[in-house]
């Protein structure tokens, strides 16, 4: 490369450009092509001293680069080395992206700046979490697990980063932040992409513990795995993109109709959200969820249980008037009614007391072929285990029965053991007036609604539309899947509360990390896809202060596009791989 100099016939002023020459095969001889174009010499005066000289160094320099990109490494080494004892010269540096996100919500400087102000404590907080993160991703498993592996990824293979007693001790320290981190995650979010808060997404699910015993936070409950461990219960809120945005833990024997309302409101205070529609199945379907919903002035979409609904909704549902076809195996139907609701007016002393509530609801109810044909299928699995039981109830407890027992008349629970056992006033047989009530509602599904398709939001929530946002619940089961699946989110092994809220807190950023991958990469690719992917880039130290690395696709090369990182190279220095490192710390 050189610089070359060329005056401009009609004005008289010199430009500057740096080119290189190059053979061209098609013509015979050599051209030159540019490289970079610096503009009018006249533009630098007295911005350099001598502008010729300073980009003629400037050349010189990336002359320089270039031949040591392009030199050959000589490695020596004997036939027969052998590897030293309890070496592993594997690197993981697919972290990189993970890292990058990292520092983009801006964690690093959060923690150290509430480590500085608030503790006394002298391990490096960021750094820990950060690990801890990481590992959740790539290779989930305990803490201890974690510390041990730490050396897979080049920010952690010193032993001086942080000790392993430093990293349960950090956990204590992140459950006291456990609200400023999710709203410190929320604002850099807002700040650097934007979300879409108009409706929120709520869910709960639980996590077992592998121990018998109960405490103040594992508790027995309605577990959704059916397991008689302790459980802990979580609820997450998304945006409507499926984006976490908030979760919180509560004991495994609360119930979860409890929390939507306070994190609803919560969301709306700290979080700057305005009017949201809450969006959540027939859990969260109370009075007091939709009164007090309403009153506070937002909105909500639940499902509504039919089998478990008024004779005169049921006629309702059942009733052909009124609904559309679209196709020949889909039909639907709306009305706004006025429905009388019970609910708890809380008084001065701390108790309550329910009153009636006349509220007017919108209620959408839709019937799909598809849908008739799924519950007839997952009536007869639970059916052939009513058989089952009919025929030997003591080979079945409360648990294992989960489903089937509605459908059988004369067997009851042993409260103390939880076994079945025969209800001494007939034989064991099954229910056919439940199985026939059952049948007449397959396909039938409802939704409730304070959201009216009128007013200033005429045509902008018709009955489908308001269908498609109930719908979208799936992105949060999508979530629990994925925290419980690849984040291995559980069983959990803590057993102090506050290790156990820092544990989830962790699980948290990961998953947003994950789906901020995804919609980075266009949601092109699965979570399962990206961690493998991020776990293939990986190298080997080949000598020389040199890495080699052994794994592209187009995974990976669509991760380095997505994130401007270079996932191409065959072979790295040390040097370069922390100099890359340390670029996406400045984000």
């Known amino acids: 490369m050189y610089l070359k100099k060329s005056r401009n016939k009609d004005s008289g002023r010199v430009q500057l450009t740096i080119v290189e020459g190059f053979w061209d095969p098609e013509r015979g001889h050599t051209r030159t092509r540019t490289i970079k174009k610096l503009g009018y010499l006249d533009e630098y005066i007295g911005k350099y001293d001598d502008p010729i000289a300073h980009f003629k160094r400037e050349v010189d320099e990336m002359n320089r680069a270039a031949k040591q990109e392009a030199a050959e490494y000589q490695i020596t080494a004997r036939k027969n080395q052998e590897l030293e004892k309890d070496c592993s010269n594997r690197r993981n540096y697919g972290y990189i992206v993970i890292m990058k996100l990292l520092y983009e919500l801006g964690l690093d400087s959060f923690l150290i700046n509430r480590q500085r102000r608030t503790t006394s404590i002298e391990y ?201 076809w679209h196709g020949d195996e889909y039909k639907r139907k709306s009305r706004l009614t006025r429905r009388t609701i019970k609910v708890d007016f809380f008084l001065p002393d701390g108790s309550s007391k329910k009153k009636d509530v006349t509220v007017d609801q919108r209620q959408i109810v839709f019937y799909s072929e598809k849908y008739a044909e799924r519950s007839k299928i997952k009536r007869e699995a639970a059916l052939k285990k009513a058989q089952k039981i009919i025929s030997d109830p003591s080979a079945y407890t409360r648990t294992t029965s989960h489903g089937a027992l509605q459908y059988v008349m004369n067997v009851v629970i042993d409260e103390n053991t939880g076994e079945l056992k025969e209800a001494g ?33 005429q045509g902008k929530y018709s009955d489908g539309v308001i269908i498609d946002l109930y719908r979208g619940l799936w992105q949060i089961e999508d979530n629990f899947s994925l925290t419980k699946g690849e984040l291995e989110a559980r069983p959990v092994f803590l057993s102090k509360k506050d290790r156990i809220h820092a544990h989830f807190l962790i699980c948290y950023i990961a998953l947003v990390v994950l789906r901020l991958i995804q919609q980075r990469t266009g949601y092109q690719y699965s979570p399962e896809r990206l961690i493998e992917v991020m776990n293939n880039i990986s190298c080997s130290y080949e000598g020389g202060n040199l890495f080699l690395f052994d794994y592209r696709s187009e995974v990976s090369d669509a991760l380095g596009d997505a994130f401007g990182l270079d996932f191409t190279r065959q072979r790295l220095t040390r040097a370069e791989i922390k100099k890359n490192i340390g670029s996406v710390k400045k984000s």
């Open 124 to 324: 490096n907080a960021s750094s820990i979490m950060k690990m801890l993160t990481i590992h959740r991703i790539l290779a989930p498993g305990s803490k201890k697990k974690a510390f041990e592996e730490k050396g897979r990824y080049f920010d952690f293979e010193s032993d001086q980063v942080f000790s392993e007693h430093d990293m349960y001790r950090a956990l204590s320290f992140y459950a006291t932040l456990e609200k400023d981190i999710q709203l410190q995650i929320h604002n850099r979010i807002m700040k650097n992409t934007g979300r879409n808060m108009e409706v929120i997404y709520y869910d709960v699910t639980n996590y077992y513990f592998e121990i018998d015993q109960e405490d103040e936070t594992r508790k027995k409950g309605h577990s959704k795995e059916h397991r008689p461990n302790p459980i802990v219960q979580l609820g997450l809120a998304t945006d409507a993109d499926g984006l976490p945005l908030s979760y919180e833990i509560f004991p495994g024997n609360e119930s979860e109709k409890l929390h939507l309302r306070p994190t609803i409101f919560n969301l709306y205070k700290q979080y700057n959200t305005g009017r949201v529609i809450a969006i959540a199945d027939s859990a969260q379907n109370t009075g007091n969820n939709i009164y007090y919903l309403d009153a506070g002035k937002q909105g909500y979409i639940f499902s509504q249980s039919i089998r478990g609904s008024s004779e005169a909704f049921k006629k309702y549902v059942c009733d052909e008037t009124g609904y559309i």
């Open 425 to 457: 006033h007939g034989m064991p047989c099954l229910n056919l007036d439940v199985l026939r009530e059952e049948e007449k509602y397959d396909g039938y599904y409802a939704i409730v609604t304070n959201v009216f398709d009128e007013g200033k939001n």
